[in-house]
């Protein structure tokens, strides 16, 4: 209602006729000016939405009411008069012209409110009866319903009149002054413009309303968006505790940022790592070789240094691979590849590898596989998985340690004995312990990041990768990663999931 | 809000003001349907042509009559007809035809 | 051997080539796809190594699939620095038969080519593996050495198969746990040595002279005599 006139405005566009699909995306601030960048917001808009229904709903309630006042009036008036003119040709059957005439008569002559239009005239249109000059022009004699500007005594006043056609070339006219009903009608009006000026101030006022609070709700988002694009990834957006569709939006928005903020701060603890532990070896083989360019005596010295600043480079490389494999795990890109595997041979495989291994070292390997263990992964992925725990565990424990890699089912096609007490419903929970130092509980939280090496693992080789990648695949696959006290030694306990494909990964955590 | 409310302002009035010109105008048309209305042009009203000394005899005629016919009559109704008469005869013919009508009325109600 | 490289790094290119022609091979080099493939549909080759990543508008992978569809066989190596899982899975569907990523060991690649023409010879079903005085029965999964009866643990049938089927061949580390233990990753522990010493425990150990050669820093290889 308020709006209307100025959206009606044709906007001022050159030669090519825009039609309402390519309109739409081109009302852009900077080609309709002032104007559109104000009709562009999208509070504004909210808030003629708000103002056009509100103006509709009025203008829908004054219909009424005017069909209910001043509408009522007329139908009533003409009711009467349709009573009337129904009772004079009754008249006529009963006793002809001359009763009618009579009637007429008497009618005029009882009218104390003088308001009545009576007019029976001939087949050659002179009057008969009534109390009108004549039969008015331009108005045919049959059955219908006209105004009638007529004089009263000199004072000039509205009628409205039936007419119709009767028996006998007959014509009659019944009419009754609104004059008063058009003076009642005028006061409606009046009223009704009050209204209406009323209503597109409330609406307006309303709809201004509507935007502010659209603003407002929008504005926390919008500058919590501002800042986070400007590199504030700590601001989140509030939550009003309403817990309204807002709240939801808004706890949506921060969820996001929130995997935002982890990601990036993945990414940081990452460069960094490569920037502390890829540079350490780095440096080791280009000393290598620079020291053997320079003092080395003999071919096989030189040969010598060589091979080693290879070495050096091979284990670049393999963190680097090892990094970018985590990389790839994180990344989510496999779960497309997971299908239905049964771990149970793949273990009782890795065991037989690993036996001769530890038993070389004069470690012992036991394993307790049960003969079938289905998961819904990626077999390689879960190898090499339980490879890094293996290969941890050799590397930790004692000669003449004792290495268990287990496995059992817990939940669904029932349970594997008392093994498994505090085992989630539907889970495959691979074991590896071992009987090394273990990682004492201060250090288990921080144990699955990428390069942390503990005390025990700072005399050994190795990239402090293992267990990252571990953790990574146990997330993938929406299972976890528990580090426990194996008194003594460590215990990894990968659990994975059984799972069906449609709630195969959700995100997981350490323990 | 703040860099547009002039602007706001600017249009809130401009929609009040047409508003308002839209429905006085809509209204003065629908409170004068006249003679464009239906049946044509009407250029001169048409005259009600009760309003003559002849009528106002008529009137106080048919009175008479009813006054003769009844056995008894109200003494308001005497006074409206004899009212009626006069103003008639003193040339008020309407309000002399009103009286002479409204006697009439009460002389035709059904006896109390 | 005929061996086709395509490779548009120079230096990697020389190396390889340089590698290929010390191992006793004839090779051509060229540095982009459309020549590649020209060349590879044009001349006979025993193998072809492919790099994933080349200029002039026909990359490797296009290159291995026009190829095949017109019906050639030629055994493919893709040499790719795109090294993750997904890549190394279309290069293996889009025909090719392995895969290596940058950076690589020489005497790996090399290994591996020969295996890989080697496999194209191969013609029907084997059925009796022999090298030297050592015999192996695929069908009776009996193995005997100077008529000697041998007992293995079935892994280590599979290991001493694999080890005769490339007899005359290096076989790096890597080709043994893909090719054994289908295994897709290094472990850090070396598992493969110790596999290895007990297979010659039993295959070389009561025996004059050894089969199961160590090849410094490249893998094994089981041949005849020493060198």
Not at chain 2, 75 to 97: F, H, W, Y
């Amino acid at each position: 209602m308020s709006g209307t006139p100025h959206v009606a405005d044709p906007p001022d566009v050159g030669e090519t006729p825009p039609d309402v699909g390519e309109a739409l995306p081109t009302w852009s601030p900077r080609r309709h000016g002032r104007l559109g960048a104000f009709f562009g917001q999208a509070g504004v808009r909210f808030g003629m939405i708000y103002a056009c229904l509100f103006g509709a709903s009025s203008l829908a309630l004054a219909a009424f009411l005017w069909w209910s006042t001043a509408g009522l009036l007329d139908r009533q008036t003409e009711a009467a008069i349709l009573v009337d003119f129904q009772g004079l040709t009754e008249r006529l059957a009963e006793g002809g012209v001359g009763n009618l005439i009579e009637t007429i008569e008497q009618r005029i002559a009882g009218n104390i409110d003088d308001d009545a239009v009576y007019l029976l005239v001939d087949a050659r249109m002179q009057r008969l009866a009534g109390n009108l000059e004549r039969w008015p022009r331009g108005v045919a004699p049959d059955f219908d319903w006209t105004n009638l500007r007529i004089d009263r005594g000199g004072i000039r006043t509205l009628a409205r009149v039936h007419h119709a056609d009767l028996e006998g070339g007959l014509h009659l006219l019944v009419g009754r002054d609104v004059e008063s009903r058009v003076q009642l009608r005028g006061i409606v009006a009046d009223a009704m413009l009050w209204a209406a000026v009323i209503a597109v101030l409330l609406g307006t006022v309303g709809a201004m309303a509507v935007r502010g609070l659209f603003r407002a709700t929008l504005a926390d988002i919008s500058a919590t968006a501002i800042a986070v694009s400007a590199g504030d990834l700590t601001r989140r957006v509030k939550v009003t505790g309403h817990s309204d569709e807002f709240d939801l939006l808004a706890e949506t928005i921060n969820d996001m940022l929130d995997r935002i903020a982890r990601l990036m701060e993945g990414v940081r603890q990452v460069s960094n790592a490569i920037a502390h532990d890829l540079r350490t070896p780095i440096t080791r083989a280009r000393m290598r070789l620079e020291d053997a360019a320079t003092s080395a005596r003999t071919e096989a010295d030189l040969h010598q240094a060589i091979e080693r600043a290879q070495a050096d480079l091979d284990g670049i490389v393999a963190v680097f691979q090892a990094l970018l494999r985590i990389a790839e795990i994180e990344a989510g890109a496999r779960r497309s590849a997971f299908s239905r595997v049964d771990v149970a041979p793949m273990l009782s495989d890795m065991a037989e590898l690993y036996e001769a291994a530890a038993e070389e070292a004069g470690q012992t390997l036991v394993a307790r596989i049960p003969p079938q263990a289905m998961v819904f992964g990626d077999r390689d992925m879960i190898q090499q998985a339980v490879a890094n725990l293996l290969d941890n565990a050799m590397k930790f424990s004692p000669p003449e340690g004792v290495i268990r890699l287990g496995a059992h089912v817990a939940g669904g096609s029932g349970s594997a004995g008392g093994v498994g007490a505090g085992v989630a419903a539907g889970t495959v929970e691979i074991v590896v312990a071992d009987d090394g130092p273990g990682i004492p509980p201060q250090d288990r939280a921080r144990a699955s990041q990428r390069f942390f090496r503990g005390e025990a693992a700072r005399s050994t080789p190795g990239s402090g990768l293992g267990l990252a990648l571990v953790q990574a695949v146990a997330m993938l696959h929406g299972g976890t990663l528990r580090l426990e006290d194996n008194a003594p030694g460590l215990r990894a306990v990968l659990v994975l999931p059984v799972g069906d494909g449609a709630n195969g990964a959700k995100t997981g955590e350490v323990a | 809000m703040r860099p547009h409310s002039a602007a706001e302002a600017a249009m809130l009035l401009a929609a009040t003001a047409a508003l308002v010109l839209g429905v006085r105008a809509g209204a003065a048309q629908s409170a004068a349907p006249s003679a464009a209305d239906r049946g044509g042009p009407q250029s001169e009203p048409l005259r009600i042509i009760t309003y003559t000394r002849e009528h106002c005899g008529e009137l106080s005629r048919r009175a008479d009559e009813l006054m003769q016919r009844r056995p008894r009559v109200t003494p308001e109704s005497v006074e409206l007809r004899d009212e009626g008469k006069r103003l008639c005869a003193e040339g008020q013919i309407r309000p002399g035809i009103i009286r002479l009508r409204r006697a009439i009325m009460l002389l035709r109600a059904p006896a109390p | 051997m005929r061996i086709l490289l395509v490779e548009d790094d120079r230096d990697v290119a020389g190396f390889v080539v340089k590698g290929l022609k010390e191992a006793g091979h004839v090779v051509e080099h060229t540095a982009n796809g459309r020549d590649g493939l020209f060349l590879a549909a044009s001349e006979a080759f025993d193998a072809i190594v492919l790099d994933r990543m080349l200029p002039g508008g026909v990359d490797g992978l296009r290159l291995l699939e026009t190829l095949r569809s017109q019906g050639n066989a030629t055994p493919v190596l893709f040499l790719s620095a795109m090294a993750q899982v997904d890549d190394r899975v279309r290069g293996l569907k889009a025909g090719g038969d392995d895969y290596m990523t940058k950076p690589f060991a020489f005497a790996e690649l090399l290994a591996r080519v020969e295996a890989l023409t080697r496999r194209g010879k191969s013609e029907g079903p084997v059925t009796r593996l022999v090298v030297a005085d050592l015999e192996m029965d695929l069908l009776s999964r009996g193995v005997k050495r100077a008529g000697q009866k041998v007992d293995l643990q079935p892994r280590e049938f599979r290991l001493l198969e694999y080890l005769m089927r490339h007899a005359g061949q290096v076989v790096t580390r890597t080709m043994l746990l893909e090719g054994v233990w289908d295994y897709h990753f290094d472990p850090q522990t070396n598992v493969i040595d110790v596999h290895v010493s007990r297979l010659r425990q039993k295959v070389d150990k009561p025996f004059p002279t050894p089969l199961i050669h160590t090849v410094r820093n490249a893998g094994y290889m089981l041949r005849e005599e020493a060198p």
